[in-house]
């Protein structure tokens, strides 16, 4: 039965803390939306499907906003929702249902891009190729990703291109978009 006080709101999570917030709110008995897709990972050893969200850092909750909008905020991973001006922004129902529609039975089709947080400034971890493991700066983006990896032991850095799929955010600028980094 469909609660007329009740929308869906957007929930930002803290970094990689998508499902753990679902399994929260589910066990606080609040109606959440984790899309979830298989993605293949490649390591040296092995090729792994595992379940990457479809919006990195949100999960989707059915609530009533005047009555349980702290009991939201209050759970493990929640940092705030998803707001104009300051007045949580609901998410119309269809969009939702059609967001469950595309996982369910299009899965193939959808594709997560990391590009979208690829700003300047932004501290990543680099997952393939030669620079594994490395922690870099993103220095620009056009088609592929430039990054400043850092040596310590000789207190100077290079930079990369590399491909976004090979990267993960780590930490976001949070001076703003035109912070230059050298």
């Not at 009991?71 to 059609?98: F, K």
């Not at 993960?168 to 050298?182: A, L, M």
């Amino acid at each position: 039965m469909t609660d007329p006080d009740k929308s869906w709101y957007a929930i930002y999570t803290f970094s990689r803390s998508e499902k753990k917030l679902a399994n929260e709110l589910e066990k606080k008995g609040i109606e959440s939306f984790l899309p979830l897709i298989p993605v293949k990972k490649v390591w040296s050893d092995r090729i792994k499907t595992i379940y990457q969200p479809v919006f990195a850092s949100y999960v989707f909750a059915k609530i009533d906003l005047n009555t349980e909008k702290i009991r939201v905020l209050q759970t493990p991973g929640a940092h705030h929702l998803l707001s104009v001006a300051g007045v949580p922004l609901p998410v119309p129902e269809e969009d939702v249902n059609l967001v469950r529609i595309f996982v369910n039975q299009f899965p193939e089709r959808l594709q997560i891009k990391n590009e979208e947080k690829m700003e300047p400034g932004n501290k990543v971890l680099i997952t393939n190729g030669p620079f594994k493991g490395y922690r870099a700066i993103v220095l620009r983006k056009v088609n592929s990703v430039t990054v400043k990896v850092t040596i310590a032991g000789i207190q100077s850095s290079v930079a990369i291109d590399i491909d976004p799929e090979s990267i993960e955010i780590e930490e976001e600028n949070k001076i703003g978009r035109n912070t230059r980094q050298s």
